[in-house]
């Protein structure tokens, strides 16, 4: 043996137990030894022969790995799936969840809505960061420990259905119909608990009180037949032309009032809007309107044009 294969030996029992290095160094030498004469007795000479046999055998981390039964990944196919569920659920509402109740918090006692806006999302993100970390953390040590998680053996009644040709599926559905649900309650609830108190302690609506006597109920309505819409489309399955119609028919229908009574200075409360100094400037009421006009804009004709092209693309 050449000093090439003492010094992958040696590598690959530096990284295995102590107690196993001497039967292992016997057996993998052995096999080292029993490879290179193979390749001999083809016709290459014992260098050429020996470097093949070590190259064909690789990293010998790896190969020690092998040998201690030691995992060189941080989360094994065991147990990948059950992280991958969990942590799929975790962040799909945690992080926005606490943001959202940390950014109104700051809102509402530290009176600068900009700033609270920043603190809920780096709140957001930190959540996430923090999710990821112990729940990979907690499944490598399981992994390390052979921890049993006890789950019920796949069955083939688990297949899900065949939905080849479907484009709105039942989770895309609930997701809107839960948010179109969220915002129908909270503009009746705002009025009376929007978590705002004027300088007496009172509640202090966001939206102007006024707008009660016509466009808020109108909203709402068209809110509503949106879930109906949602509803139709997963009866469907795809988008057609009657949908995409009426799709956008109920997005300028919700837009454009909302986009008037923004322009107009009509959309928020007077009081809510006097509370906040900020906001109470001219400039900054404008360019938040600004924003909130653009966005809304965007979101209107995005959503229309990809429910077009996904109709188009189901007629060819």
Same mark, same amino acid.
Request: hydrophobic share 50%.
């Given at each position: 043996?050449?000093?090439?294969?003492?010094?992958?030996?040696?590598?690959?029992?530096?990284?295995?137990?102590?107690?196993?290095?001497?039967?292992?160094?016997?057996?993998?030498?052995?096999?080292?030894?029993?490879?290179?004469?193979?390749?001999?007795?083809?016709?290459?000479?014992?260098?050429?022969?020996?470097?093949? @046999?070590?190259?064909?055998? *690789?990293?010998?981390?790896?190969?020690?790995?092998?040998?201690?039964?030691?995992?060189?990944?941080?989360?094994?196919?065991?147990?990948?799936?059950?992280?991958?569920?969990?942590?799929?659920?975790?962040? !799909?509402?945690?992080?926005?969840?606490? *943001?959202?109740? @940390?950014?109104?918090?700051?809102?509402?006692?530290?009176?600068?809505?900009?700033?609270?806006?920043?603190?809920?999302?780096?709140?957001?993100?930190?959540?996430?960061?923090?999710?990821?970390?112990?729940?990979?953390?907690?499944?490598?040590?399981?992994?390390?420990?052979?921890?049993?998680?006890?789950?019920?053996?796949?069955? @083939?009644?688990?297949?899900?259905?065949?939905?080849?040709?479907?484009?709105?599926?039942?989770?895309?559905?609930?997701?809107?119909? *839960?948010?179109?649900?969220?915002?129908?309650?909270?503009?009746?609830?705002?009025?009376?608990? !929007?978590?705002?108190? !004027?300088?007496?302690?009172?509640?202090?609506?966001?939206?102007?009180?006024?707008?009660?006597?016509?466009?808020?109920?109108?909203?709402?309505?068209?809110?509503?037949?949106?879930?109906?819409?949602?509803?139709?489309?997963?009866?469907?399955?795809?988008?057609?032309?009657?949908?995409?119609?009426?799709?956008?028919?109920?997005?300028?229908?919700?837009?454009?009032?909302?986009?008037?009574?923004?322009?107009?200075?009509?959309?928020?409360?007077?009081?809510?809007?006097?509370?906040?100094?900020?906001?109470?400037?001219?400039?900054?009421?404008?360019?938040? *309107?600004?924003?909130?006009?653009?966005?809304?804009?965007?979101?209107?004709?995005?959503?229309?044009?990809?429910?077009?092209?996904?109709?188009?693309?189901?007629?060819?």
């Amino acid at each position: 043996m050449t000093s090439l294969t003492d010094r992958y030996l040696a590598a690959t029992l530096r990284a295995v137990p102590a107690a196993r290095r001497e039967e292992i160094a016997i057996e993998l030498r052995g096999s080292i030894e029993d490879m290179i004469d193979g390749r001999r007795a083809e016709g290459r000479d014992a260098e050429t022969a020996e470097r093949e @046999v070590l190259t064909e055998l *690789g990293n010998p981390t790896q190969l020690a790995a092998r040998y201690a039964d030691r995992r060189l990944q941080l989360i094994g196919p065991a147990y990948y799936l059950a992280w991958e569920k969990l942590m799929k659920l975790l962040l !799909s509402f945690v992080p926005a969840l606490v *943001g959202v109740i @940390v950014g109104l918090l700051e809102a509402t006692d530290g009176g600068n809505p900009g700033g609270a806006i920043g603190e809920g999302i780096s709140t957001a993100l930190m959540a996430a960061i923090q999710i990821a970390f112990w729940v990979t953390l907690v499944f490598a040590v399981l992994e390390r420990t052979n921890t049993s998680l006890n789950l019920p053996a796949w069955t @083939v009644d688990q297949l899900p259905e065949d939905h080849t040709n479907r484009q709105i599926t039942l989770v895309d559905t609930a997701a809107a119909i *839960g948010w179109l649900v969220l915002v129908i309650a909270y503009l009746p609830i705002q009025h009376f608990r !929007s978590f705002v108190p !004027s300088a007496d302690g009172e509640n202090l609506p966001i939206l102007d009180p006024a707008l009660w006597s016509f466009w808020l109920p109108f909203l709402m309505a068209v809110l509503v037949l949106n879930v109906g819409l949602e509803i139709a489309k997963y009866r469907a399955g795809r988008w057609t032309w009657p949908l995409v119609g009426a799709n956008a028919v109920l997005n300028l229908a919700f837009a454009v009032p909302v986009i008037w009574l923004i322009s107009t200075d009509r959309l928020l409360n007077p009081d809510f809007v006097n509370r906040w100094e900020w906001l109470s400037r001219e400039e900054n009421l404008n360019n938040l *309107g600004t924003v909130a006009i653009v966005g809304t804009v965007l979101i209107v004709l995005w959503d229309v044009i990809d429910s077009a092209r996904k109709a188009y693309a189901n007629r060819h």
